[in-house]
């Protein structure tokens, strides 16, 4: 598995983020550093996968 193959975001009511810290979330293919802090602009309330791209893509995972 390389860099930007894998993605955090586990299916929920809202999408989880499954990193374990700031340094894994940089290895999924979905992040984008945020522009006021040194984190994922995705990942919000210390928790949840915010990013619409990674839950639609956690949804087909589950569906096929």
């Not at 809202?14 to 995705?42: D, H, L, P």
């Amino acid at each position: 598995m390389q860099i930007n193959d894998v993605c955090f975001c586990k299916r929920d009511i809202i999408s989880v983020c499954t990193a374990g810290g700031r340094e894994q979330q940089q290895n999924c293919r979905f992040y984008q550093k945020s522009t006021y802090k040194s984190a994922c602009m995705y990942f919000v309330f210390e928790s949840y996968c915010d990013c619409v791209d990674a839950q639609h893509n956690t949804q087909y995972q589950y569906a096929v």
